[in-house]
């Protein structure tokens, strides 16, 4: 459970995120939808605390990000934008790695990663270098990364940017599971079709605000248009037109 | 603890697949150091012994005017002379590297005991040779001139023990190691310091930089493992690779002396090359807080750059504040500061290293070098921690 309080990140002039508010339930898929550059890594970044909010804070599982943030990265499995792998270690190296750093224990973590393997279907690859893979089997390590301590919250930045089809299709599908599972997942995007098929409520983030906030017959019906894409025009105007639709 | 653990094994595993790590800290050391040290040595000896003994060539103008030196010249089976009037292009085009320039009635004037002209000896000094061939040509004109003094002593019936009232015999009080050790005092503290910091530069800029480029330390953050102990772990692989550097420079130094001493010993008479497991243990102590501070150091500076390239920009600068003080110590010849010089970063470092190599080594000193080195490193591992610990440095973009 994500519960987000007036969050603000400011870069020297530049206002990032700009007092954010919103919640994300256990077992909901919420989706950060926005232009490239509305803010969505900031939020995201600063949730797994690795950027410090200038104003305002956030809570996970009831853990708050500036007092606890030990308890929040336990609770928490992120997907970063860019898979990040490290080339000269295998799948399993990679999983091994952060089990380790999770603090788990050697048996328990070994059961963990037999278990991911199966589950990404990484079996064939568990054992080779990352460095030659392609990106959906970076994607699939990376997603392994983020599972390996089973957290119950999960937040993903473009889960399926840049995958082909039948990887993004496959992602998507593990997405749901993990929702499915009761997990909370919170994942940004700038794809409408992806954000209203996979997700149960969406924010809408422009220039570093929330413009709405709510499921996607809501947004349809708050903005009296009959698609999603042109309630989105609506709230977000012009800019719209930059986003890669 | 545990996490700085798993840190180290994770970076060692990474580094080990790395060839240029692998070139940086074992083949750089191992094969450039003997070759650095005792190349140049060898070299110079062979070619300073060849000087000594082989045959040179003279080029003399006014030969005739001294008919007897001249058959005292050729006399000296490795003397080759070669009469010319014009010496100065003789010794341009190198067909010489020594003329003798011989006034006129040189000879006439000696045999009446008349001051003759004088004799004059070119050569051209820039050339390494020309001055052992010319120190040659000297005795020679000495011995021919100890010749004509004993010939006139003994016309006047006097002995020529007369002007040489006694004699000297001149004893080296080194012993045949520690005339290596001198050589080897000027030559190792510098490639030791050097190794220390070359060792572990790939591996510095790699767990940090490298995984800003590869944009694997955000998830590293991300997860609850404490930023002090994930920076001392990667620290720790540092100062691994570093010191593994040195080991294998001072092991290789080992090696090459054992092969080619006998032969360095034989062509010198009177200089043995040995490094003794106590001084290299010794050394291994030293070497090891440099290693420290120079990993603490690396770090904190790769971790400012945004990409592997940057990081390499910040870091080659660094060789050289580090080659300053080494050239330094290396350079000045019997250099003895006091006991504060040995709390000098760095430079302490090269000044302890020296003195154990030339076995001189205090107790007082090296326990400064230590202290000082213990607390310079302290002051790079907390700078390092705080650089760990800055959004601004981490996200730079």
């Not at chain 2, 060898?42 to 006014?62: N, P, R, Y």
């Amino acid at each position: 459970m994500i519960e987000v309080q007036s969050l603000t990140k400011h870069f020297g002039k530049v206002h990032a995120v700009n007092g954010v508010n919103f919640n994300a339930r256990d077992g909901e898929m919420m989706g950060l939808l926005g232009p490239n550059g509305a803010g969505k890594t900031t939020i995201l970044r600063m949730l797994a605390t690795i950027l410090r909010p200038t104003s305002g804070t956030a809570a996970v599982d009831g853990h708050d990000l500036l007092h606890e943030p030990e308890k929040v990265r336990a609770a928490i499995g992120v997907l970063p934008e860019n898979w990040g792998l490290y080339g000269r270690l295998t799948a399993r190296e990679h999983l091994r790695y952060f089990g380790r750093l999770y603090g788990m224990d050697e048996a328990p973590l070994e059961r963990r990663i037999t278990e991911l393997i199966a589950l990404l279907e990484m079996g064939e690859y568990a054992d080779r270098r990352c460095d030659p893979f392609s990106k959906g089997m970076k994607q699939k390590v990376a997603l392994g990364r983020a599972l390996i301590h089973n957290p119950k919250t999960m937040l993903l930045d473009e889960p399926t940017a840049g995958l082909d089809v039948m990887s993004a299709r496959s992602v998507r599908d593990l997405i749901r599971r993990f929702r499915d599972e009761g997990r909370c997942v919170l994942f940004s995007t700038h794809i409408l079709d992806e954000a209203e098929r996979l997700c149960d409520r969406i924010a809408i983030i422009h220039r570093g605000q929330i413009v709405a906030v709510g499921a996607p017959e809501e947004l349809r019906r708050q903005t009296g248009q009959s698609t999603l894409e042109e309630a989105f025009v609506q709230l977000v105007g012009v800019d719209a037109e930059e986003m890669k639709l | 603890m545990k996490i700085v653990f798993i840190v180290w094994l994770k970076e060692m595993l990474d580094t080990l697949r790395d060839r240029r790590t692998l070139w940086a800290m074992i083949l750089g050391p191992a094969l450039i150091m003997p070759l650095f040290v005792i190349l140049p040595q060898k070299l110079m000896l062979d070619q300073f012994k060849k000087q000594e003994s082989a045959v040179i060539t003279v080029a003399v103008s006014g030969g005739e005017h001294a008919p007897g030196l001249m058959a005292f010249l050729r006399s000296d089976p490795t003397i080759e002379v070669l009469e010319s009037d014009a010496l100065e292009p003789l010794l341009r085009e190198e067909k010489a590297l020594v003329g003798l320039n011989i006034p006129e009635n040189f000879e006439a004037d000696l045999a009446q005991e008349k001051q003759p002209g004088q004799i004059v000896v070119l050569s051209d000094q820039s050339k390494m040779t020309a001055g052992v061939q010319m120190a040659r040509v000297e005795t020679l004109l000495m011995t021919y001139a100890q010749g004509i003094v004993a010939q006139r002593l003994a016309a006047r019936g006097v002995d020529v023990t007369l002007l040489a009232p006694f004699e000297t015999e001149y004893e080296n009080l080194a012993t045949p190691q520690q005339m290596g050790g001198a050589y080897l005092a000027m030559m190792l503290p510098m490639f030791i310091v050097l190794w220390g910091l070359i060792g572990g530069m790939y591996t510095a800029i790699d767990v940090t930089a490298g995984e800003k480029e590869r944009l694997t330390l955000e998830p590293l953050l991300m997860t609850p493992a404490g930023r002090t102990q994930v920076v001392s772990g990667k620290l720790l692989a540092v100062i691994t690779t570093s010191l593994a550097a040195i080991i294998l420079a001072l092991a290789s130094m080992m090696v090459a002396f054992m092969i080619a001493t006998p032969e360095m010993g034989a062509a010198d008479g009177a200089v043995t090359y040995t490094v003794s497991m106590q001084t290299a243990l010794l050394v291994l102590l030293a070497a090891f807080p440099i290693a420290l501070m120079f990993g603490a150091l690396e770090i904190a500076v790769c971790l400012f750059a945004r990409s592997f390239k940057e990081a390499q920009n910040y870091i080659v600068p660094l060789q050289f504040v580090v080659l300053i003080p080494a050239m330094a110590v290396m350079l000045i010849p019997d250099f003895t500061p006091g006991l504060p010089a040995y709390a000098i970063p760095i430079f302490g470092s090269n000044l302890i290293l020296r003195d154990l190599f030339l076995g001189t080594a205090g107790g007082l000193e090296f326990g400064v070098v230590l202290a000082s080195s213990l607390v310079y490193a302290a002051i790079g591992l907390v700078f390092a921690v705080w650089q760990f610990h800055r959004e601004q440095v981490l996200f730079r973009t």
